[in-house]
């Protein structure tokens, strides 16, 4: 009796194992802030019938803490099968998207997370059979003084439509994460921007849709993360509201209300300029025009009444390319003594959702 009391302990151990790794802290064993020690531990959690992805005969993993509490969390790329392909130099090859008849092996993310002594699945994910895996990615959404702490898991696929990223986004306290299917596509693109409240990334996602008299359109919604999960809470259709920017501003300086314009199309700090300011952001195209002695936009008494007329194009779809800050050029037409061809630049602002979301400056 007294062998069997000894051993009761050690078939309680190895009964777990295939739930649990313990983490040994015996002197000269690898510690826990390793790595390389952690990823094989957690392989070992790794169900039988799935093989790691190999990245030169190494697992792809990540190792860290999503969850902000300060221990680190393992995340393995995995494939479902023991006899299928696994290694990422050829599940990343792009030749694959052109393969007739390809069969891509069904992708998984496994989640172990840390506990003192101890990793645990958390989770597992499957991903499809995307023909392309891009590898696993780690970004953290919520910036260094927030107090809440945001992070994301990407995994990069690629199929025929173009980049599908999925995202694991992981909230303090919440121990599963949310997911998010963010499109890289010839119709949707997303980015992400500073202006998020709590010290977190808000989510920008472009669309672009056949809209019936509008022509093609452009709808970017706004998603903020509300302590649990990001949620679209604001959307703007940029072909409407650009139209509706430069008819106001051809509106304004047809009745020549300059103060108003410059108040209305220029940025906050080029207010305070001096009344040439119209001059710096109207360029003429060519040369001829800049040796006229009177400029079709005023110096000095920018309410002097004046007989010149402009015109400002409108687009049919969004003329802004999928970067921060973007911009494109416009040409503005003066009719009267002095007709004219002047070039100017339309920026959006940073954050699209604000009272300006366009604003007018010098090419």
């Not at 703007?236 to 051809?250: D, G, K, P, Q, T």
């Not at 209305?264 to 040369?287: C, S, Y």
Request: hydrophobic share 35%.
């Amino acid at each position: 009796m007294k062998h069997l009391r000894f051993l009761l302990p050690l078939f309680l151990v190895a009964l777990h194992l295939n739930a649990l790794v313990f983490i040994g802290r015996a002197a000269g064993e690898t510690p826990f802030s390793d790595s390389e020690y952690i990823v094989r531990r957690a392989l070992q959690l790794l169900p039988d019938d799935y093989s790691p992805i190999l990245s030169n005969g190494e697992a792809h993993a990540l190792v860290r803490d999503l969850h902000g509490e300060g221990m680190v969390d393992v995340v393995i790329a995995a494939v479902r099968g023991k006899n299928v392909e696994n290694r990422l130099e050829v599940l990343a090859d792009i030749s694959r998207l052109y393969v007739r008849g390809l069969s891509s092996p069904e992708l998984f993310v496994f989640v172990y997370k840390s506990s003192y002594n101890r990793l645990e699945e958390r989770g597992r994910y499957s991903i499809g059979d995307p023909p392309v895996f891009e590898g696993l990615h780690f970004r953290r959404l919520s910036r260094a003084e927030a107090t809440t702490s945001v992070n994301a898991v990407i995994v990069e696929t690629m199929r025929s439509t173009g980049r599908i990223e999925e995202w694991l986004i992981y909230g303090s306290g919440a121990e599963q994460p949310t997911r998010m299917t963010i499109r890289n596509t010839h119709s949707e693109r997303w980015r992400t921007t500073e202006i998020g409240e709590h010290g977190t990334l808000d989510l920008l996602r472009y669309q672009t849709a056949y809209e019936q008299g509008s022509g093609m359109e452009t709808f970017i919604t706004r998603y903020t993360w509300d302590g649990g999960k990001y949620r679209g809470d604001e959307s703007l259709a940029v072909v409407r509201s650009l139209n509706s920017f430069l008819e106001h501003c051809e509106t304004l300086l047809n009745n020549h209300e300059y103060e108003a314009f410059i108040e209305f199309a220029l940025p906050p700090h080029m207010v305070d300029r001096p009344t040439t300011v119209l001059q710096r952001t109207f360029i003429p195209v060519t040369e001829e025009f800049e040796a006229k002695a009177e400029h079709p936009f005023p110096t000095g008494d920018t309410n002097a009444e004046l007989t010149h007329r402009y015109i400002l194009p409108r687009v049919l779809q969004s003329p802004f390319p999928f970067v921060d800050s973007p911009s494109f050029e416009i040409y503005v037409r003066t009719l009267g003594p002095h007709q004219g061809l002047y070039r100017a630049r339309v920026r959006m602002a940073e954050d699209p959702f604000s009272d300006s979301p366009y604003f007018l400056t010098g090419p």
